[in-house]
């Protein structure tokens, strides 16, 4: 498939799919989003429409869950994250909602992947904060309200509390795909091993779903996983772990399904400034009295420890191990995306090349191939 | 998978790695007929090897080294590559980077060039190609049309295979199902990789023939045979020029080459063809035991024992070899005696001889088998002693994998197989688990592993899952894995299989009832039901939520639909909705209760259309005085009063619903979020009107005060409500 012109008049930022994979919508410096739909059978994007959504850059998309309807919501210099709603299947789209409690440029949108936990989007920017709305009401998607909302990183901004124009900065987020098998954390629960429980593996499965509620995001160079945790008899997002290891700014966090691994633990991959392409393992296990966080900077698969932020005895968390880095972009690495199963991790940056990843059978991840935008690249020896 | 992947991949593959062959030329001997039994398979896993995870650590280890050493993964170049040859750096300059992101199911991504946010922002012009998108698969994952269809067929087999057997029975040798569908298996790969001239496909076809030619022999061939074959069929020899250049010249036997030539067909077990060439050769036979000798040499090879009877007629056949070389050993004619001697070396097995002769160590091991003592269980022994003379070329991944095969490391072979192509690796996979061979594999080691077969079909179905046409086998495979993963990634998955047809949405929520998927049975039927909204089929869309229960989503729905109405004007509902309101008792029960307001709006308007204003006035007002009705509707719904109040016409409402609609707007004016809430969408229905006077049908209450405000509509119905009542009681009703 060849190379698509997309139309826009500047630098493309961000592209998002919805969930079918079928449309396809950019965002560029334009203030422009373009919505390209899959051909079938054809497998061409074709240009279905395109709207000016914003006042300045748009620099992030995400689409709802489909059971929400065709919703999609952007991000942009313009301190204003929008939701816009199509009821033609995307031929035009309306704006419905204006969400402007930033105090800086909003870096990126993230809808919650799972429908279970509602139609909930989070976003970051350069206030360092990252917030969660929630829109309570199928009925009326024009109403959204701030349901949570952090400093992720105050270190890392100004004492204006927004990270300055002209320095580098960057913050990213996303959620947890979830809704799939959580059977560590009802273990922890209930105290018991799941594999000792005789049970059809099909009621097994059904019980052992807690949908946890949780996200990650990154704000300069800290990564924090914020999860809704039963705090003061009601439930509340928190940041819990930190993914630590990171020598410069964060590009890009993204969270893989823990399907393939039957929910056994959790895989988020970052995208850093540093040149590493990073993927941390998240194991539950009961929080209190572990030691506090050893990182050493370095080799794959150096264990961290308990990197809990302000454990309490008997909570659970997430221990965090360094499963695996590459620095094979040897440059900036800007963007990490994994696959519907959390297999393949593909990875992007200054070297031109998107390198893919996939997990082998020790669960280790190993080199799967290279796509280059240099010509002239099949055959070589990747360097 | 090579057969997978585009053929734009292919180029890449040629060059980090040698390959065994190209596969030209005759592919192998003819296949061997006999109706006996060979004896059956005996593991070598079973004769002391212990296989670890180490074996497929090993593999992943050796792909990182090599990765770690010289960077040798597969690149390919995105179509349009954007950057010229050679000038990544010039590109960097211009403060740009990549991104490139997956879509939620399938392989197939997109990447983009963006600018780096560096010192308040980019200022380099933009060329064309920086605003494209490149769409970019995921190397060796997306499934050509013809890949596809292995795909299937392979799955085909599978589903009979598992029908047949029954996992986990000791098998009697008699009844081994296994060669019967082994030898299928190959045949579909073998067509699939003439088909779509893949060589990663091509060299897991090499891998997989070996491992089956190694275990799971047609029980009529010896095991010894089969693997000759193998290496026949992958690795011809002699080669066709060689047996033209030798045997197309007057007198073969003059030429240089012609015992090694017939040296070479014996050892690679070709006895026919090695007996002709020594009838035809024109060899001088000058005294009688020269012609004996060679009667008899001739006679050995064509009676070598082949087929399930073999193993047991070897030991004689063996016997008669040592004698012939007993018997050459008198010859005069010294070049006939070395020639004869070398020759019945090889047949008896002499292993000095044959790994002398052998130019590879998968040679010297299938020679070893067939001539020394074809018994399964000293095969690794052959492989140790032919690895001693030529060592594996760990490079070639075909070779690395049949050389695991050969000396009974199964799951580090199945590991260098995935590498290959997933498909083939999970299917062998499958034969070799319900042969047991994997039993030795698990072990304290692989606990908090899922089992080897397990996960590759699992590595398979992702795959599956996220090539269109090919979901539904992919999940067939994953309900077939043990633990909860499998089914985890049906659940990941299935919501995001577009709803293309009703029958599509039948055969998810089918599979969602028997996995017990409530969760995302809902979701997929939220998601149909707004597909089905969007192309304006709100009777299924409510039909479908009602299944479901969502009394939230029909009571949204239902609103939704009077609003639009009272914006657009009355459009003509679809079929199914047009019986529920029509026949409200066909009307599910939840459905009916939500769909009673614009059941009741609908009503109002075919009334007001067939003249009948009474009965459209009754309906209106009852509207207006519901309970629950949302404040915003309610200046919208005053308005459509004003036509049935006005002193033109004859009186429609009778004094005492009058008064109670007095009354509900008095209460509504004094409720100020409702109040506004009307007003303010009263006046964009006025304001529709006004941007669409064209469409609006005659008999529509703003065709006449489109131009009158929100709140002037208001205080026009209160008057013409109070002339109304008054008009009322001088009637005397």
Request: with cysteine.
């Given at each position: 498939?060849?190379?698509?012109?997309?139309?826009?008049?500047?630098?493309?930022?961000?592209?998002?799919?919805?969930?079918?994979g079928?449309?396809?919508?950019?965002c560029?410096?334009?203030?422009?989003?373009?919505?390209?739909t899959?051909?079938v059978?054809?497998a061409?994007?074709?240009?279905?429409?395109s709207?000016?959504?914003?006042?300045?850059?748009?620099?992030?998309?995400?689409?709802?869950?489909?059971?929400?309807?065709?919703?999609?919501?952007?991000?942009?210099?313009?301190?204003?994250?929008?939701?816009?709603?199509s009821?033609?299947?995307?031929?035009?789209?309306?704006k419905?909602?204006?969400?402007?409690?930033?105090?800086?440029?909003?870096?990126?949108v993230?809808?919650?992947?799972?429908?279970?936990?509602?139609?909930?989007?989070?976003?970051?920017?350069?206030?360092?904060?990252?917030?969660?709305?929630?829109a309570?009401?199928?009925?009326?998607?024009?109403q959204?309200?701030?349901?949570?909302?952090k400093?992720?990183?105050?270190?890392?901004?100004?004492?204006?509390?927004?990270?300055?124009?002209?320095?580098?900065?960057?913050?990213?987020?996303?959620?947890?795909?979830?809704?799939?098998?959580?059977?560590?954390?009802?273990?922890?629960?209930?105290g018991?091993?799941?594999?000792?429980?005789?049970?059809?593996?099909?009621?097994?499965?059904?019980i052992?779903?807690?949908?946890?509620?949780?996200f990650?995001?990154?704000?300069m160079?800290?990564?924090v996983?914020?999860?809704?945790?039963?705090n003061?008899g009601?439930?509340e997002?928190e940041p819990?772990?930190?993914l630590?290891g990171?020598?410069?700014?964060?590009?890009?966090?993204?969270?893989?399904?823990?399907?393939?691994?039957?929910?056994?633990?959790?895989?988020?991959?970052?995208?850093?400034?540093d040149?590493?392409?990073?993927?941390?393992?998240?194991t539950?296990?009961?929080?209190?009295?572990?030691?506090?966080?050893?990182y050493?900077?370095?080799?794959?698969?150096?264990?961290?420890g308990?990197?809990?932020?302000?454990?309490?005895?008997?909570?659970?968390?997430?221990?965090?191990?360094l499963?695996?880095?590459?620095?094979?972009?040897?440059?900036e690495?800007?963007?990490?995306?994994?696959?519907?199963?959390?297999?393949?991790?593909?990875?992007?940056?200054?070297d031109g090349?998107v390198?893919?990843?996939?997990?082998?059978?020790?669960?280790?991840?190993?080199?799967?191939?290279?796509?280059?935008a240099?010509?002239?690249?099949?055959?070589?020896m990747?360097? | 998978?090579?057969g997978a992947?585009?053929?734009s991949?292919?180029?890449?593959?040629g060059?980090?790695?040698?390959?065994?062959?190209?596969?030209?030329g005759?592919m192998?001997?003819?296949?061997?007929?006999?109706?006996?039994i060979?004896?059956?398979?005996?593991?070598?896993l079973?004769?002391?090897?212990?296989?670890?995870?180490?074996?497929?650590?090993?593999?992943?280890?050796?792909?990182?080294?090599?990765?770690d050493?010289?960077?040798?993964?597969?690149?390919?170049?995105?179509?349009?590559?954007?950057?010229?040859?050679?000038?990544?750096?010039?590109?960097?300059?211009r403060?740009?980077t990549l991104?490139?992101?997956?879509?939620?199911?399938?392989?197939?991504?997109?990447?983009?060039?963006?600018?780096k946010?560096v010192?308040?922002?980019?200022?380099?012009?933009?060329?064309?190609?920086?605003?494209?998108?490149?769409?970019?698969?995921i190397?060796?994952s997306?499934?050509?049309?013809e890949?596809t269809?292995f795909?299937?067929?392979?799955?085909?087999?599978?589903?009979?295979?598992?029908?047949?057997d029954?996992?986990?029975?000791?098998?009697?040798p008699?009844?081994?199902?296994l060669?019967?569908?082994?030898?299928?298996?190959?045949?579909?790969?073998?067509?699939?990789?003439?088909?779509?001239?893949?060589?990663r496909?091509?060299e897991?076809?090499?891998?997989c023939?070996?491992?089956?030619?190694s275990?799971?022999?047609?029980?009529?061939?010896?095991?010894?045979?089969?693997?000759?074959?193998?290496?026949?069929?992958?690795?011809p020899?002699?080669?066709?020029?060689?047996?033209?250049?030798?045997?197309?010249?007057?007198?073969?036997?003059?030429?240089?080459?012609?015992?090694?030539f017939?040296?070479k067909?014996?050892?690679?077990?070709l006895?026919?063809?090695?007996?002709?060439?020594?009838?035809e050769a024109?060899?001088?036979?000058a005294?009688?035991?020269?012609?004996?000798?060679l009667?008899?040499?001739?006679?050995?090879?064509?009676t070598?024992?082949?087929?399930?009877?073999?193993?047991?007629?070897?030991?004689?056949?063996?016997?008669?070899?040592?004698?012939?070389g007993?018997?050459?050993?008198?010859?005069?004619?010294?070049?006939?005696?070395?020639?004869?001697?070398?020759?019945?070396?090889?047949?008896?097995g002499?292993?000095?001889?044959?790994l002398?002769?052998?130019?590879?160590?998968?040679e010297?091991?299938?020679?070893?088998?067939?001539?020394?003592?074809?018994a399964?269980s000293?095969?690794?022994?052959?492989?140790?002693?032919?690895?001693?003379?030529?060592?594996?070329?760990?490079?070639?991944?075909?070779?690395?994998?049949?050389?695991?095969?050969?000396?009974?490391?199964i799951p580090?072979?199945?590991?260098?197989?995935?590498?290959l192509?997933?498909?083939?690796?999970?299917?062998?996979?499958?034969?070799?688990?319900?042969?047991?061979?994997?039993?030795?594999?698990?072990?304290?080691?692989?606990?908090?592993?899922?089992?080897?077969r397990?996960?590759?079909?699992?590595?398979?179905?992702?795959?599956?899952?996220?090539n269109?046409?090919?979901?539904?086998?992919?999940?067939a495979?994953l309900?077939?894995?043990?633990?909860?993963a499998?089914?985890?990634?049906?659940?990941?998955?299935?919501?995001?299989?577009?709803?293309?047809?009703?029958a599509t949405?039948t055969?998810?929520?089918?599979?969602?009832?028997?996995?017990?998927?409530?969760?995302?049975?809902?979701?997929i039927?939220?998601?149909?039901?707004?597909?089905?909204?969007?192309?304006?089929?709100?009777?299924?869309?409510l039909?479908?939520?009602?299944?479901?229960?969502?009394?939230?989503e029909?009571?949204?729905i239902?609103?939704?639909?009077?609003?639009?109405?009272?914006?657009?004007?009355?459009?003509?509902?679809?079929?199914?909705?047009?019986r529920?309101?029509?026949?409200?008792?066909?009307?599910?029960?939840?459905?009916?209760?939500?769909?009673?307001?614009?059941?009741?709006?609908?009503?109002?308007?075919?009334?007001l259309?067939?003249?009948?204003?009474?009965?459209a006035a009754?309906?209106?007002?009852?509207?207006?005085?519901f309970g629950?009705?949302?404040?915003?509707?309610?200046?919208?719904?005053?308005?459509?009063?004003?036509p049935?109040?006005?002193?033109?016409?004859?009186?429609?409402?009778?004094?005492?619903?009058?008064?109670?609609?007095?009354?509900?707007?008095?209460?509504?004016?004094?409720?100020?979020?409702?109040?506004?809430?009307?007003i303010?969408?009263?006046?964009?229905?006025?304001?529709?009107t006004?941007?669409a006077?064209?469409?609006?049908?005659?008999?529509d209450?703003r065709?006449?005060?489109?131009?009158?405000?929100?709140?002037?509509?208001?205080?026009?119905?209160?008057?013409?409500?109070?002339?109304?009542?008054?008009?009322?009681?001088?009637?005397?009703?």
């Open positions: 498939m060849n190379a698509i012109a997309t139309g826009h008049e500047d630098l493309i930022h961000d592209i998002a799919y919805d969930h079918y079928r449309l396809l919508a950019t560029s410096s334009d203030q422009f989003i373009k919505l390209f899959r051909v059978p054809s061409e994007w074709t240009l279905l429409s709207f000016k959504a914003h006042d300045a850059n748009i620099f992030s998309l995400s689409f709802a869950p489909p059971q929400y309807g065709l919703l999609l919501a952007s991000c942009s210099e313009d301190q204003t994250v929008r939701v816009h709603s009821i033609d299947n995307g031929h035009t789209f309306a419905i909602a204006t969400l402007s409690d930033s105090g800086g440029p909003v870096h990126q993230a809808f919650a992947k799972f429908g279970g936990h509602g139609l909930k989007l989070a976003c970051i920017g350069a206030d360092g904060v990252v917030r969660v709305y929630h309570a009401d199928p009925a009326d998607l024009r959204w309200h701030l349901a949570f909302e400093v992720v990183d105050k270190d890392g901004l100004l004492s204006t509390g927004v990270a300055a124009r002209d320095l580098q900065g960057d913050f990213a987020v996303d959620w947890c795909p979830s809704g799939t098998v959580r059977a560590s954390w009802f273990t922890y629960e209930l018991i091993d799941m594999d000792d429980v005789e049970l059809p593996r099909v009621d097994r499965l059904t052992a779903e807690l949908a946890v509620e949780q990650v995001a990154s704000s160079s800290k990564v996983v914020f999860r809704k945790r039963l003061g009601i439930y997002y819990t772990e930190e630590p990171h020598t410069d700014i964060v590009r890009d966090v993204a969270w893989a399904s823990n399907a393939s691994v039957g929910g056994r633990y959790e895989l988020i991959a970052t995208a850093c400034k040149g590493w392409v990073r993927i941390f393992k998240l539950t296990r009961r929080m209190g009295g572990v030691p506090a966080t050893e050493r900077n370095g080799g794959a698969g150096t264990v961290s308990n990197s809990e932020i302000g454990a309490d005895e008997d909570d659970l968390g997430y221990e965090v191990e499963l695996d880095q590459f620095d094979h972009h040897k440059s690495v800007w963007k990490v995306s994994w696959n519907f199963s959390g297999t393949v991790l593909s990875s992007s940056g200054d090349r390198r893919f990843w996939r997990a082998a059978y020790t669960g280790k991840f190993v080199g799967l191939g290279v796509a280059s240099e010509q002239g690249s099949n055959d070589e990747d360097d | 998978m090579s992947g585009p053929t991949f292919s180029p890449s593959f060059g980090p790695r040698p390959i065994f062959s190209t596969f030209e005759p192998g001997t003819p296949a061997k007929e006999s109706s006996s060979t004896k059956l398979f005996t593991s070598p079973a004769s002391g090897r212990t296989t670890t995870v180490e074996g497929i650590r090993d593999t992943s280890e050796a792909e990182e080294e090599m990765k050493e010289d960077d040798s993964v597969f690149t390919y170049t995105l179509p349009d590559a954007p950057i010229a040859a050679g000038r990544l750096r010039d590109w960097q300059d403060k740009r991104k490139f992101t997956l879509p939620p199911l399938y392989n197939s991504g997109i990447a983009w060039i963006d600018g946010k010192d308040g922002g980019d200022q380099v012009p933009i060329v064309p190609d920086e605003v494209k998108i490149f769409p970019a698969e190397p060796d997306a499934y050509s049309d890949y269809k795909v299937v067929d392979s799955h085909e087999l599978y589903r009979a295979l598992s029908d047949a029954q996992i986990g029975e000791p098998m009697d008699s009844e081994n199902i060669p019967k569908y082994a030898t299928t298996f190959l045949e579909i790969l073998d067509a699939a990789r003439r088909r779509i001239f893949d060589e496909l091509s897991a076809y090499v891998v023939h070996c491992l089956f030619a275990y799971f022999a047609d029980p009529g061939i010896m095991r010894a045979e089969a693997v000759m074959d193998w290496l026949n069929q992958y690795d020899r002699p080669t066709t020029e060689e047996t033209r250049d030798i045997m197309t010249t007057p007198v073969p036997y003059d030429e240089p080459g012609f015992w090694e017939v040296q067909l014996a050892l690679r077990g006895f026919f063809q090695c007996s002709n060439c020594l009838k024109g060899i001088p036979c005294d009688p035991e020269s012609k004996r000798a009667q008899t040499g001739t006679s050995i090879l064509e070598a024992p082949k087929g399930a009877k073999a193993f047991e007629g070897h030991r004689q056949w063996r016997a008669r070899a040592i004698a012939f007993e018997q050459c050993t008198k010859l005069s004619d010294a070049r006939l005696r070395r020639g004869l001697i070398a020759l019945a070396n090889i047949l008896r002499d292993s000095d001889t044959i002398a002769l052998s130019e590879s160590w998968q010297g091991t299938a020679a070893l088998f067939l001539f020394h003592d074809p399964p000293r095969l690794p022994e052959y492989y140790q002693m032919a690895v001693a003379e030529f060592p594996v070329d760990l490079t070639v991944i075909s070779e690395a994998g049949c050389a695991a095969i050969i000396a009974g490391d580090k072979a199945l590991s260098v197989a995935e590498r192509d997933v498909c083939v690796a999970a299917h062998i996979a499958d034969f070799c688990d319900r042969q047991r061979m994997l039993d030795d594999f698990y072990n304290i080691e692989t606990l908090d592993l899922p089992p080897f397990d996960w590759l079909f699992m590595a398979h179905a992702i795959n599956c899952c996220a269109p046409g090919t979901w539904f086998i992919g999940v495979y309900k077939d894995t043990e633990g909860t499998g089914l985890s990634i049906i659940r990941e998955s299935i919501t995001h299989v577009y709803l293309d047809t009703e949405l055969e998810l929520l089918d599979l969602c009832k028997e996995l017990q998927f409530d969760t995302e049975a809902r979701q039927v939220m998601a149909w039901s707004k597909l089905q909204l969007s192309r304006n089929q709100v009777g299924s869309a039909e479908w939520l009602d299944s479901i229960g969502n009394s939230l029909i009571r949204a239902t609103w939704q639909l009077l609003e639009s109405n009272l914006l657009k004007g009355l459009t003509l509902p679809d079929a199914i909705l047009q529920y309101l029509v026949s409200p008792h066909l009307c599910p029960a939840m459905i009916r209760e939500f769909i009673a307001p614009y059941a009741t709006y609908f009503a109002f308007k075919g009334h259309n067939e003249g009948d204003i009474v009965e009754q309906y209106l007002a009852s509207l207006i005085q629950f009705l949302p404040g915003r509707f309610f200046g919208a719904l005053l308005g459509e009063l004003l049935l109040i006005d002193r033109s016409q004859p009186r429609a409402l009778p004094t005492t619903e009058l008064i109670a609609i007095m009354n509900s707007l008095y209460q509504w004016e004094k409720d100020t979020r409702k109040y506004t809430e009307g303010q969408f009263l006046a964009k229905s006025l304001s529709a006004r941007e006077a064209a469409d609006m049908a005659e008999d209450w065709v006449e005060y489109g131009n009158v405000s929100a709140k002037e509509v208001i205080k026009l119905v209160r008057s013409k409500l109070v002339t109304e009542v008054s008009r009322a009681y001088l009637e005397g009703v």
